[in-house]
């Protein structure tokens, strides 16, 4: 069976990114047992692994290598005390940094000497010859082992770097290593950079020298084996280039490649074994990494099509000239000054920063502008994008000794190839093919597409009518289920729909398109909601008329549940809004892809004008409050219904409405606005979130008069629909009530208390200013947290939960119920609100211990470990989160 070609090179380029990956498992995998000789960051840490654990410890003092070990031989401690001249120092660790060592004078870095200490026993160690590695260290040293150098790198007080990114490996001489005694190793130390000085980043450790040393050359000669891989990749789209001159982006990519393949091996180990100088190496590493940044922005800047116009043009002059300007600077400072602490300096500086805050803005913007553009090329490099952004970040925390952690960059740009690779290649490919069918089979196409015409012509009169009763029948299907079902003295609705389709029907005339407005009043756990929903599905006409008959029959069912069961009229807002968005993303779903919809479902709390709500890549809701437009949104939480694939926690969000305020919901097609057209005649179409801002401000917050606004600025070119919520418009102002003066005073007495620390005091008193007035919510948060201080659980989980009643909008007294509930052994109270706060504070970690907690107490173990390894994932080394994690195990 023949493999299609697309497949194939799919199928090639994983291949090799799996050998990288594999590469990478060679670094601390051995058949035989090697030792580790890494140190804790503390003594105490040491301790705790044992008698035997290695501590390095370092000292700027000048010592006799050889008398030293003698000395300290023949004291054969049990223990590694080194004395007062010396500081224990975890390894690797850069010393300036951890201040173990005092920084050397200005001028007199590269003449200073320092040295690292370790004392270790050899009991159990192989009978074969042995070596130790010392890891990368900055940047010369000499290493004494019992006082015989057993290896050096670098020329002691050169002007120039030695070797300040080699992984030090020495073999011991025969004889040398104590196999059942004590060992002492030495490592002097010389910097080159006044603030990096140590072994600062892979690992120490001994053992059999065979086996560390095929180890060592396995994992760099893999390295090198995927590096041929990209270069072949890069040659081939030169190729390609040189075939079809017009596609510059094959020239860049290739360029990008070439330059790849050269940083990334002048980053490996084998560059030491081609005996060139140092200092040349990384003249050329610098030089290469600058050149890739130049051209992967000249390739994301040419593969896709940008409006040209006079603002485009401005805008690649400013780019270009900016990326010359920044970047040939690098070159020429990297190929004239012969500091390589300056080229770090300004690669760390201007280079990365120009790079991070610059061109890859530049570039996302371009890569979601396409994905806005419906270009598929664009998902799968924005993809690759975020791999490249994931592993510079953890590159750069490795570089600069935050994290001892191997560099990612290299399997990132594995993807990132793999993906840029397979887009050009399909795009030659689909080129190619279309032009071969083109010329085989013009003729034929010319009469199939005049025969074509022919027939459409005679069908069109029949098919017309018979799409326009499909029109009129499912525009009667979806009428019954949207519009305003409900009224509320306090939240007031107003709905807008202007649908693109309009059409004729026989003596009717109506519209059809994707979007939908509906509201409803439902009541839950005895308290008034107004919920409201405003959707836009994918698709036009009869297309998107399927999406809102679908989301429409959906919410419809949900309500009429709510009104008819007590037990999801028990739910809470937040519960009841996961549910509806479980649902609908498992009706959507079972489309496969080929119905999607984003919408914004809100729950507006009639008394107090809390909203919840949950926004499904729709528009941004709008805030109308004294006479200013602003979103109440900042970043996308979920895509839209019927995405497959998504992850992570259900989130729902809060906003707390004021008197007067009012909230505008809106679909696509508020922004979707054409106003003209270009000099080729292709429409300009808005591309402005922030212009709905100023439309709604023209409008003065009123649904007609935004409309007419939207409108003035050009044609509508979607369907387009609008909510307005507004809550408690022209009330009248509440009337302060006279409370007596024992109130006041008993209120003064228990916050003075409380903030005295003087908790039974204030929980007298503010229980008598609460027998005056049972609805003051500081004096009830107040006396739910003095309970909680106090132990008086059940009292703590009463006043809170009246609280949060009155202030259903904080968010920590949930907490603070839940705890309260579990401490009072009400389990299933105490789920309830960890659950609320977990779907409104996903990362929170406290509740998710505490959840995991309770429902360990529930006997529901698989969630409980399922919530613990939540917390753990966001916080490692939460030590409550280990304490329970022992007792489940135990359990």
Request: glycine content about 8%; overall charge neutral.
């Amino acid at each position: 069976m023949r493999i299609p070609g697309r497949l194939r090179f799919l199928t090639f380029v994983s291949a090799l990114f799996s050998i990288q990956l594999s590469s990478g498992l060679f670094a601390r995998s051995y058949p035989v047992r090697m030792v580790d000789l890494d140190s804790p960051v503390s003594l105490d840490s040491a301790a705790e692994k044992g008698a035997d654990a290695p501590v390095w410890w370092a000292s700027a003092s000048k010592i006799d290598p050889a008398a030293y070990s003698t000395v300290v031989l023949a004291q054969n401690p049990l223990r590694d005390e080194a004395g007062p001249d010396w500081a224990p120092v975890p390894t690797p660790s850069n010393l300036f940094e951890s201040k173990a060592l005092p920084l050397p004078e200005s001028g007199d870095v590269k003449s200073s000497s320092y040295w690292l200490r370790l004392v270790f026993r050899a009991t159990g160690h192989s009978r074969d010859a042995m070596a130790i590695r010392l890891g990368e260290i900055s940047d010369r040293d000499r290493a004494y082992l019992n006082g015989v150098r057993i290896g050096e790198t670098g020329v002691w007080g050169a002007e120039l770097p030695q070797a300040y990114d080699k992984h030090r490996i020495y073999n011991i001489p025969e004889g040398l290593l104590r196999r059942d005694g004590l060992n002492v190793l030495l490592v002097e130390l010389q910097p080159y950079f006044d603030y990096e000085l140590g072994i600062c980043k892979n690992y120490t450790e001994i053992g059999p020298a065979a086996v560390m040393w095929q180890t060592h050359y396995n994992k760099n000669w893999f390295d090198v084996l995927f590096l041929i891989a990209y270069l072949t990749v890069g040659m081939y789209f030169l190729f390609l280039f040189v075939r079809r001159r017009s596609q510059r982006e094959n020239l860049f990519f290739g360029l990008f490649c070439i330059f790849l393949v050269l940083y990334q091996f002048l980053r490996t180990q084998i560059k030491y074994e081609l005996g060139m100088d140092f200092h040349l190496l990384k003249r050329m590493e610098y030089i290469s990494l600058f050149m890739m940044f130049i051209m992967i922005n000249l390739f994301i800047r040419n593969y896709f099509e940008l409006p040209r116009n006079l603002f485009m043009r401005w805008f690649d002059r400013v780019l270009y000239g900016l990326g010359a300007l920044v970047f040939g600077t690098g070159i020429f400072i990297v190929a004239l000054n012969p500091d390589t602490a300056v080229w770090s300096a300004y690669n760390n500086g201007y280079a990365l920063k120009t790079q991070s805050f610059v061109f890859i803005p530049v570039m996302l913007g371009i890569v979601i502008y396409s994905m806005f553009k419906k270009n598929r090329d664009g998902f799968f490099i924005f993809a690759g994008m975020l791999f490249i952004i994931a592993a510079f970040v953890i590159d750069q925390l490795t570089h600069h000794g935050i994290l001892n952690f191997m560099r990612v960059m290299g399997y990132a740009f594995a993807f990132f190839v793999m993906f840029l690779a397979v887009i050009l290649a399909n795009r030659f490919v689909r080129l190619h093919n279309e032009v071969e069918d083109l010329n085989k089979n013009l003729e034929k196409k010319v009469q199939d597409r005049t025969q074509q015409l022919a027939d459409s012509l005679n069908e069109i009169r029949g098919l017309k009518e018979q799409q326009d009763g499909d029109y009129w029948l499912t525009s009667l299907l979806i009428k019954p289920l949207k519009g305003l079902f409900g009224r509320s003295p306090n939240v007031s609705i107003e709905l807008l729909e202007r649908q693109k389709k309009k059409f004729k029907f026989r003596k009717w005339s109506s519209e059809i398109g994707g979007d939908i407005n509906a509201v409803h009043k439902i009541t839950l756990r005895g308290r008034e909601y107004t919920v409201v929903i405003n959707g836009d599905a994918m698709g036009k006409s009869i297309q998107g008329a399927g999406g809102a008959l679908v989301l429409g029959t959906v919410f419809k069912s949900v309500i009429a549940r709510t009104e008819m069961s007590s037990h999801a009229a028990n739910k809470y807002p937040e519960q009841w809004l996961k549910e509806c968005f479980i649902e609908f993303q498992n009706v959507f779903t079972s489309f496969d892809g080929t119905m999607l919809m984003s919408a914004i479902i809100a729950l507006v709390d009639d008394r107090s004008g809390l909203v919840y709500f949950i926004n499904a890549e729709h528009p941004w809701a709008v805030l109308w409050r004294d006479g200013k437009a602003e979103f109440i949104e900042d970043r996308l939480h979920f895509r839209k219904f019927g995405t497959t694939g998504m992850e992570g926690s259900l989130e729902v969000k809060l906003f707390q409405m004021r008197p007067d305020d009012a909230l505008i919901l809106g679909s696509d097609g508020r922004d979707d606005i054409q106003t003209g057209v270009d000099e080729r005649g292709l429409r300009i179409i808005n591309e402005s979130e922030q212009e709905f801002l100023r439309r709604v401000e023209d409008g003065h917050g009123n649904l007609i008069d935004i409309e007419e606004s939207i409108l003035a600025q050009g044609t509508l070119t979607d369907d387009f629909s609008m909510i307005r919520i507004g809550y408690k418009e022209d009330a009248p102002l509440a009337q302060e009530t006279d409370y007596p003066e024992e109130y006041r005073m008993a209120l003064q007495a228990g916050r003075k208390a409380f903030r005295e620390g003087a908790l039974e005091e204030a929980e007298k008193h503010l229980l008598a200013a609460l027998g005056y007035r049972p609805d003051d919510q500081e004096a009830l948060r107040d006396v739910g947290q003095i309970s909680y201080r106090l132990k008086k659980y059940a009292e703590a989980v009463s006043f809170s939960g009246q609280y949060s009643d009155l202030s259903p909008g904080d968010s920590d007294v949930l907490y603070l119920i839940s705890i309260s509930a579990k401490q009072a052994r009400q389990y299933m109270k105490a789920a309830d609100f960890g659950e609320r706060l977990r779907l409104r504070q996903p990362k929170h970690v406290k509740n998710l211990i505490n959840l995991a907690d309770v429902y360990r107490l529930l006997g529901n173990h698989a969630r409980s470990e399922m919530l613990l390894g939540l917390a753990l994932e966001l916080d490692p080394e939460n030590k409550n989160a280990a304490i329970l994690q022992d007792v489940l195990q135990k359990a």
